[in-house]
């Protein structure tokens, strides 16, 4: 099964090709599949692109592939060799309601800079969402770098934390400083997983843990009623 996530319905769904049931099963009606481009009016190219339909929305979702066509009508590896989906629209990320506002909005726009492939801009972004997020620990230091490292002496952040802040900003401000030096996919990635790990320390794992913990307490509250009411 191909799924892939829906620039119409933001689902991250099955998609089927026109001559394919929801099932898998293929349509036995001499169906022409759309590949472009044409090959009746272009006889060399470097990709291809097919049509699929989204199970969800019904809304067209054009895949790029990078083998030949007769590979592609044998329905030959073609999940595998897939490279991209059209629309490119990017997704972001949405984070819990523990994040601030301020450091949600830019770390969302740095995930949907990788996913255009603007990775410098991606990485310029995560540096500043550290900012944002060092500024929510500790706005009396204007240096970034003393900041982060007050806050790790003070115990407000862990190492952890502090070295992946320490990393983040030493990348972004390579990139900002030296705008022609390359950012490709894999480094824009590492600095964006870096970021949630950050986000996901100081908000959405505490958050987890208050939610767990209430929960605990009102399992252990309905089972002291249910305790005092057996006694009755």
Known sequence: MIAACCWHCRQFVQMVR???EVDGSYISSGFHMPLFPDCRFSGEYDYQLMIFSCVNCGYPNIAEISFSPDEALSGSSLEENITRWLPVEPIGKQYSEGVPPNVRSIA????????IGAYRAAVILARSAIEGIIAEEDSS???LYKRIENLSKSGSI?????DAATAIRLCGNDSAH???????????????????????????????VDRAKQYADQKRAMQKEDTHDSDK
């Not at 969302?108 to 996913?115: F, I, K, L, V």
């Not at 862990?158 to 502090?162: D, E, F, V, Y």
């Not at 030296?178 to 958050?207: C, F």
């Open 108 to 115: 969302n726009e740095a995930h949907q800079c990788a996913q």
């Open 178 to 208: 030296n705008v022609s030096a390359p950012v490709d996919a894999e480094y824009a990635e590492i600095i964006i997983q870096i970021l949630d790990s950050i986000i996901d320390d100081l908000y959405s794992h505490p958050l987890l």
């Open 18 to 20: 026109p001559d394919e």
């Open 141 to 143: 230091e204007k240096n």
């Open 158 to 162: 862990t190492k952890r934390t502090a």
